[in-house]
């Protein structure tokens, strides 16, 4: 069970990846070129924000049924998982940044709705989905994929 929860969090990231990186390009786009606000910025914003949402639950379920986790192991202190940089990435780094970037993007897309020009919307697209895109591309374990 653990192997195929691991793979669907794996495979999915590319899939987070590509539709955020997606979803970013176009915000950035639509907010320099000044151009109106169209129902397919709408949805791709909206696939950007769904595809997350299920890494993120897929993630949880690694985080309680993967063997790099350590918090719930009494033969490990936090002071060993804090000096290890491996198990601190896998337990600390990386959940803490993916909520905080899940959030960023939550209020974006949250904020963008309430806008009626295309000029906010676009500008609360481009910055809470590029500060988002930038925390996930920084607490990815590049390691393991590549």
Sequence with gaps: ?????KNVHSYWAYLVLIVLTLATLNALIGLFAKKEY?????????LGLITTHLQFVFGLLVYFVSGKIQWFNSDITVKEIMKSPELR??????????????????????????????????????????????????????KVWF
Excluded at 38 to 46: C, E, G, M, V
Excluded at 92 to 116: N, Q, R
Excluded at 125 to 142: G, K, M, Q
């Design 1 to 5: 069970m653990e192997f195929i929860i």
């Design 38 to 46: 169209q129902p397919k910025d709408f949805r791709l914003a909206l």
């Design 89 to 142: 990435l896998y337990n600390v780094e990386h959940p803490l940044i993916m909520v905080i970037a899940i959030a960023l993007l939550t209020i974006g897309y949250s904020k963008h709705k309430k806008k009626l020009v295309s000029g906010p919307k676009f500008k609360f697209l481009a910055i809470f989905y590029t500060l988002a895109l930038f925390l996930i591309l920084s607490r990815i374990p590049w």
